[in-house]
């Protein structure tokens, strides 16, 4: 978070999306079939109490925040209760400990309200402690019902605990379940997408596929802005290995919307996950004569050329985004990729932006990363190796597949064989399209050869 703006809206999308401040829900729900957090409502962005307690709590003034978030809370009846608020807030320092002592704390104060179990069940599915998760909703869902409040919010607050429960048995794959939580949702809110997406993904787990996209159709006949029916089914496949009705029902969405940017940038970047580059070569192109301001568009475009080594052209479409949007992390990112393989001007502009991007989003793993790959392209392996172990310790010990290529060149180069084909190995497992991957299957056949048994000479 660079200002206190940014403060202020890290702040309220968390209580948007774990708390529900508003009763209203967003009429333009994203196609995400397996996180609570596109079910809430907006609300709640333009409350001083809140940005500044956020500010407080920044150099653990609780007292002081608690008392603003009381504030806040008596003159905005429809919060819930400060110490779920402040939870919020704990929750964006990336203090957990201390959210969840404050949410138990609100348990204790305020055994009634299901505002505190909504949040502690929020906090279990990020840290994918579903059977807590589950207590957590079942719970508020229990508590919702005898909420002293207008049925509106009241009917609100069920809702997101029944989304809690459904995204919990959709997390154990139990699609029935799932199912049936979603349906009491859309019997009584026939038109939320968001639902709908819920809802059209467990039909097409349990291989109702007709059904699915009958639900898919009905979510985009509420929102046209939602990606068509026949992609979303697509990205359905494609999630579960099938390739061949990936591909099916990914010509039919562009079939059914040729003139559709979501569409094609949905069939560019699925042939790209593909590795079929000429159909994502052709789909980004579409793209762009459908919208060629789109950044986006122009995302996918320079990504294409970057898998493919075009390296002047991926730089030239993050450039273009660039320029527009300065602070764009993954463009910056992206476009000290493509620079780096260029000439010598060219690979200095590519350390200029990798370590700019370092210093403002300085806990990003990608960030350091690409460091540490710009440098290692400029011979400075030393530094190069700190970076990727800096990148390693910002993912907690998780790597990108990219960042694990990475350091199998490193350990390679260092003569650590092991260490490095246990990289590899890692990365080329990873079911993600990755910008290396060509270059790791190639280390991994060299560091095979040095596995073969050494013949004996000649006597």
């Given at each position: 978070m660079q200002s206190c703006s940014a403060g202020r809206v890290a702040v309220t999308a968390f209580v948007v999306a774990v708390l529900a401040l508003s009763p209203r829900p967003s009429p333009a729900q994203p196609p995400v079939a397996d996180t609570l957090k596109q079910a809430a409502p907006r609300g709640g962005a333009e409350i001083p109490e809140i940005e500044e307690a956020f500010q407080r709590l920044r150099s653990l003034d609780v007292d002081r925040a608690k008392s603003l978030l009381d504030t806040a809370v008596k003159a905005h009846p429809e919060l819930p209760p400060s110490r779920v608020l402040m939870a919020a807030c704990f929750v964006q320092l990336n203090m957990s400990a201390m959210a969840r002592q404050q949410l138990e704390l609100a348990v204790q104060e305020m055994p009634a309200d299901p505002a505190p179990y909504l949040a502690l069940g929020e906090l279990a599915l990020q840290g994918r402690r579903w059977t807590e998760a589950d207590?957590?909703?079942?719970?508020?869902?229990?508590?919702?019902?005898?909420?002293?409040?207008?049925?509106?919010?009241?009917?609100?607050?069920?809702?997101?605990?029944?989304f809690g429960e459904a995204v919990v048995a959709e997390a154990r794959s139990d699609w029935p379940t799932a199912q049936k939580r979603i349906e009491e949702i859309v019997a009584k809110d026939p038109k939320n997408v968001t639902a709908l997406q819920h809802y059209a993904r467990a039909l097409f787990?349990?291989?109702?596929?007709?059904?699915?996209?009958?639900?898919?159709?009905?979510?985009?006949?509420?929102?046209?802005?939602?990606?068509?029916?026949?992609?979303?089914?697509?990205?359905?496949?494609?999630?579960?290995?099938?390739?061949?009705?990936?591909?099916k029902w990914m010509k039919a969405a562009i079939e059914a919307a040729p003139d559709d940017l979501s569409t094609r940038l949905?069939?560019?970047?699925?042939?790209?996950?593909?590795?079929?580059?000429?159909?994502?070569?052709?789909?980004?192109?579409?793209?762009?004569?459908?919208?060629?301001?789109?950044?986006?568009?122009?995302?996918?475009?320079?990504?294409?050329?970057?898998?493919?080594?075009?390296?002047?052209?991926a730089a030239a479409f993050f450039q273009k985004i660039v320029d527009q949007s300065p602070s764009n992390f993954q463009a910056i990112n992206n476009l000290a990729l493509a620079l780096v393989h260029q000439g010598p001007a060219d690979k200095k502009r590519a350390l200029e932006y990798a370590q700019m991007n370092a210093q403002r989003a300085s806990n990003h793993p990608d960030a350091f990363a690409t460091v540490g790959w710009v440098l290692y392209q400029l011979g400075r392996s030393a530094e190069a190796e700190a970076a990727?172990?800096?990148?390693?310790?910002?993912?907690?010990?998780q790597s990108s597949a990219d960042l694990a290529y990475y350091l199998a060149r490193i350990a390679t180069d260092r003569k650590r064989y092991d260490e490095a084909r246990k990289a590899l190995d890692a990365a080329l497992r990873s079911p993600q399209p990755f910008i290396q991957r060509p270059a790791a299957e190639q280390l991994a056949e060299e560091l095979k050869k040095l596995d073969l048994p050494r013949k004996e000479p000649v006597k």
């Open positions: 207590l957590c909703f079942q719970r508020a869902s229990e508590l919702a019902g005898k909420l002293k409040v207008d049925a509106q919010r009241r009917g609100m607050t069920l809702q997101q605990a029944l787990q349990q291989k109702r596929v007709t059904a699915a996209l009958e639900k898919l159709r009905a979510a985009r006949a509420v929102n046209e802005k939602l990606l068509t029916p026949e992609a979303v089914l697509a990205d359905f496949y494609h999630q579960e290995g099938d390739k061949a009705n990936a591909g949905a069939a560019a970047e699925w042939a790209m996950a593909t590795y079929q580059f000429p159909m994502a070569e052709k789909q980004a192109s579409a793209a762009l004569k459908l919208d060629p301001a789109s950044q986006e568009a122009q995302m996918v475009a320079g990504l294409i050329a970057l898998y493919q080594k075009d390296y002047a052209q990727f172990r800096k990148a390693l310790d910002l993912g907690k010990g």
